[in-house]
């Protein structure tokens, strides 16, 4: 199987992820962002979207911890049922509306319920 194969055959069973850092040391910050960007979309300075199986996942944590410092960094990774169900607002908000697509139909959440309230429905 080729490498175009293997691509595709890993992303059939991805998951979406986003990932947040708070790094304290210029150079670390530096190694880590440039590692993000070329595994994952930017969403802001310090957040990305990456997609990956269990094994591209593995390759994105071992990458993150091999460029942060356990003692002074923050970095954060959370799973993402679909990038479409990210809530967005202000000036990047047009520019992600419709980025990945629709996301999935989901029941209707008190989160969601909350911020329809908290902005007049404008969402």
Known sequence: MDTTQQKQKRRSGAQWYLLAYDIRHEKRLRRLHYFCKKHGIPLQKSVFLF????????????????????????????????????WAAGRQNDKLRGLYGAAPQQPQSGVGKFFRRLFGGKM
């Open 51 to 86: 997609k990956a199986d269990a094994a591209g996942l593995e390759e994105v944590v071992e990458g993150v911890q091999a460029r942060v410092s356990d003692k002074e960094d923050d970095v954060r990774l959370y799973p993402v049922s679909h990038p479409g169900s990210i």
